[in-house]
């Protein structure tokens, strides 16, 4: 009778005019947004994690190993995109493509909402998702939330089929649903915690004796849960099996508990790619930490003591990071939302559009009232509540509360539902009960309480299109021009970005070699006009670079690549004024000449100096010694026009002989 009872129930008629309405709408909103944001260089060029998941998925595509060790990032991601360049996807095809699946995320959520709250809820919740702009804001990004978020509902959805009896075969329903989250894992590994917690509530609900008759599912089933799991988990088991390490995943849980927990994390910043990220890996290295593994170990305890040495200030953060995850400003990662609604057009994702800001004050009403629905609400809150507690460890932007946001619109819809059913009841206290809460929660939700909407925090996307405009992809050009004008426009906006002053430096440095290199042609050549023009071009870009990496060095002294750099200025600049040593020379300005290679002394010292400080922080710098040594010899070719010149000349000999001047 059972099993009957389950068939029926299965064969539920589909809401299928519901469904074309909803899935419908979602494609004609996407398109609306892809017209608008289309033409930006962040739609046609990945950056930062987008750029890390193309590179890995394009190395896979060709047939090569990316990185022959445990993986640190899950693997979900890049393999997919691997799988959709290699079936001739461009990046254009894969953005649409994931489009799709987020129309499709509406419909499996529309349909988990109805088995547990009424049509016109579930119907209504599904429609403020299909609307909800930062969706497709995260589709049209080459990140893994797209996938893993459907693949989430998916699970839930089979979960709540076999919670409400809708499933025939609860065993094989929650095995399928295992296997979801699993895959799903593989892309978002915090969703370990999530399916142990649903197993745990199955487990517990089945055994309860005031279980509804045709509902029954006994620890079996939730074994097929975990099973299959365990299965969609296992390739990538085996992977890091295979480089002698048991993680079930990934090993980035040290690198990102370290952002959001230390002296400099601020809740909602991961570490960015470049001199921070540089430094933590040097750091794992000189502590031993041979891989990815070994790493996260390291960054790990390092993170817990530091806690236990703060307890206060990591409690501020806790808190911070909870209030960022019900605010309704979009915390940036990667891409700032607030770029394209200022920068690029894009009004959907403007302040003023009905968006997060309006759902989530009914979507927390209707968390707090899920008792009035069916049982299967108490299920969703669980997954609301421990996905988010699996984002609160490490920092919260709108990219990590994105898989949250297909459940919190269901429940804002029950919310709504609520007041109008307490409206309609004539109940006027309740009414203004719950209106009040709504209207406090509306305050604080919409208050910008750490500034994210300041202009500043624009500034690492205007350094991102810097990025963009320096190098080549597919068929794109470089544009110098335009890499510089952002840099600088970056730099503006956070003048103390260690990040901004040293690729800064570095493009100038970058602009200024060739002139280097064709003044000291020119004084081979004896062609004093052209050499001197071209050294005249290229002293102020070296002195601004120097001046950059100088900045860099003292907002953060372990870069160094800031102090090699400081290296690369000081001996570019110490030969234009050789160069310039020799053209005095060349026109009997002895006076001119003494001057200029007084000046390529010191400069050529301070470029010892930076060295050393790179040799200092990462003795396996073996390029830095071979650039001291280069130094010492520019050093000795210098005319001996005065005292200080050749007592430093006969010190620089002195060392030469003795084999130290790369260790000084």
């Known amino acids: 009778?059972?099993?009957?009872?389950?068939?029926?129930?299965?064969?539920?008629?589909?809401?299928?005019?519901?469904?074309?309405?909803?899935?419908?709408?979602?494609?004609?909103?996407?398109?609306?947004?892809?017209?608008?944001?289309?033409?930006?260089?962040?739609?046609?060029?990945?950056?930062?994690?987008?750029?890390?998941?193309?590179?890995?998925?394009?190395?896979?595509?060709?047939?090569?190993?990316?990185?022959?060790?445990?993986?640190?990032?899950?693997?979900?991601?890049?393999?997919?995109?691997?799988?959709?360049?290699?079936?001739?996807?461009?990046?254009?095809?894969?953005?649409?493509?994931?489009?799709?699946?987020?129309?499709?995320?509406?419909?499996?959520?529309?349909?988990?909402?109805?088995?547990?709250?009424?049509?016109?809820?579930?119907?209504?919740?599904?429609?403020?998702?299909?609307?909800?702009?930062?969706?497709?804001?995260?589709?049209?990004?080459?990140?893994?939330?797209?996938?893993?978020?459907?693949?989430?509902?998916?699970?839930?959805?089979?979960?709540l089929k076999t919670v409400t009896g809708k499933s025939s075969a609860p065993g094989r329903t929650l095995l399928f649903a295992g296997l979801l989250m699993g895959i799903a894992a593989l892309g978002r590994p915090n969703l370990m915690l999530l399916v142990a917690t649903v197993a745990v509530w199955l487990w517990w609900r089945g055994r309860s004796k005031t279980q509804p008759a045709g509902q029954g599912y006994g620890t079996g089933s939730v074994i097929l849960l975990l099973a299959g799991f365990l299965l969609a988990v296992s390739?990538?088991?085996?992977?890091?099996?295979?480089?002698?390490?048991?993680?079930?995943?990934?090993?980035?849980?040290?690198?990102?508990?370290?952002?959001?927990?230390?002296?400099?994390?601020?809740?909602?910043?991961?570490?960015?790619?470049?001199?921070?990220?540089?430094?933590?890996?040097?750091?794992?290295?000189?502590?031993?930490?041979?891989?990815?593994?070994?790493?996260?170990?390291?960054?790990?305890?390092?993170?817990?003591?530091?806690?236990?040495?703060?307890?206060?200030?990591?409690?501020?953060?806790?808190?911070?990071?909870?209030?960022?995850?019900?605010?309704?400003?979009?915390?940036?990662?990667?891409?700032?939302?607030?770029?394209?609604?200022?920068?690029?057009?894009?009004?959907?994702?403007?302040?003023?559009?009905?968006?997060?800001?309006?759902?989530?004050?009914?979507?927390?009403?209707?968390?707090?009232?899920?008792?009035?629905?069916?049982?299967?609400?108490?299920?969703?809150?669980?997954?609301?509540?421990?996905?988010?507690?699996?984002?609160?460890?490490?920092?919260?932007?709108?990219?990590?509360?994105?898989?949250?946001?297909?459940?919190?619109?269901?429940?804002?819809?029950?919310?709504?539902?609520?007041?109008?059913?307490?409206?309609?009841?004539?109940?006027?206290?309740?009414?203004?009960?719950?209106?009040?809460?709504?209207?406090?929660?509306?305050?604080?939700?919409?208050v910008d309480w750490f500034g994210l909407g300041a202009e500043s925090w624009l500034a690492r996307d205007w350094f991102n299109q810097g990025l963009i405009h320096s190098r080549p992809y597919e068929d794109r050009k470089p544009d110098p021009v335009q890499a510089e004008r952002s840099f600088r426009r970056a730099l503006e906006l956070d003048s103390d970005a260690v990040d901004f002053n040293e690729r800064l430096g570095a493009f100038l440095l970058g602009k200024a070699q060739p002139l280097v290199k064709a003044g000291g042609m020119g004084v081979r050549q004896k062609d004093w006009a052209n050499a001197s023009a071209a050294l005249g071009r290229a002293e102020p870009l070296l002195t601004e670079a120097r001046g950059l990496h100088r900045h860099a060095v003292e907002v953060f002294p372990r870069s160094y690549r800031s102090w090699i750099n400081l290296g690369v200025s000081g001996k570019w600049l110490g030969d234009v004024r050789a160069y310039q040593a020799d053209i005095a020379l060349a026109h009997s300005d002895t006076a001119a000449a003494r001057t200029a290679a007084i000046g390529a002394l010191r400069y050529y010292m301070g470029s010892v100096q930076g060295y050393q400080k790179s040799i200092e922080i990462d003795p396996g710098l073996e390029d830095s010694k071979r650039s001291i040594n280069q130094v010492f010899d520019s050093v000795m070719a210098l005319p001996g026009l005065d005292q200080s010149i050749t007592d430093f000349q006969r010190r620089a000999a002195r060392e030469i002989r003795n084999g130290n001047q790369g260790r000084r």
Request: avoid cysteine; proline fraction near 5%.
């Open 235 to 446: 390739p990538a088991t085996i992977h890091n099996l295979k480089y002698g390490e048991f993680t079930l995943i990934s090993a980035n849980l040290g690198a990102n508990l370290v952002a959001g927990n230390s002296d400099e994390a601020d809740g909602v910043s991961a570490l960015p790619v470049g001199v921070l990220w540089d430094d933590l890996q040097l750091q794992t290295r000189q502590q031993g930490a041979g891989n990815p593994v070994q790493a996260s170990r390291y960054l790990t305890g390092k993170t817990l003591s530091w806690v236990g040495a703060n307890p206060g200030r990591a409690l501020a953060l806790m808190g911070k990071k909870a209030l960022l995850m019900v605010n309704a400003q979009e915390g940036r990662n990667n891409i700032n939302p607030a770029w394209f609604a200022r920068q690029e057009g894009v009004f959907l994702l403007a302040r003023w559009w009905p968006a997060t800001w309006l759902m989530l004050p009914p979507a927390i009403l209707g968390l707090a009232l899920f008792r009035r629905w069916r049982p299967g609400a108490n299920l969703l809150l669980w997954v609301v509540v421990i996905q988010a507690a699996g984002v609160l460890p490490f920092f919260v932007n709108a990219r990590f509360r994105m898989p949250l946001l297909p459940l919190l619109a269901l429940f804002a819809a029950a919310g709504g539902a609520a007041l109008i059913e307490l409206w309609k009841a004539g109940d006027r206290r309740g009414l203004a009960v719950r209106l009040g809460l709504v209207a406090a929660l509306f305050v604080t939700v919409n």
């Open 1 to 159: 009778m059972a099993r009957s009872s389950h068939t029926r129930a299965a064969r539920e008629p589909f809401p299928t005019r519901e469904a074309v309405i909803l899935v419908t709408v979602a494609l004609v909103f996407r398109l609306v947004y892809w017209l608008l944001a289309s033409n930006s260089l962040f739609l046609q060029t990945p950056v930062v994690d987008g750029s890390f998941f193309d590179i890995w998925a394009r190395t896979l595509a060709a047939g090569r190993v990316f990185q022959a060790e445990v993986f640190f990032k899950p693997p979900l991601y890049a393999y997919l995109l691997s799988w959709f360049y290699k079936a001739g996807f461009s990046l254009t095809g894969v953005l649409i493509l994931q489009m799709l699946v987020g129309s499709a995320t509406v419909l499996l959520t529309f349909l988990s909402g109805r088995l547990v709250f009424t049509p016109r809820i579930a119907f209504s919740g599904a429609l403020i998702l299909a609307v909800l702009p930062i969706l497709p804001f995260f589709e049209t990004q080459l990140l893994a939330e797209t996938w893993t978020t459907a693949l989430t509902m998916g699970s839930v959805l089979l979960v």
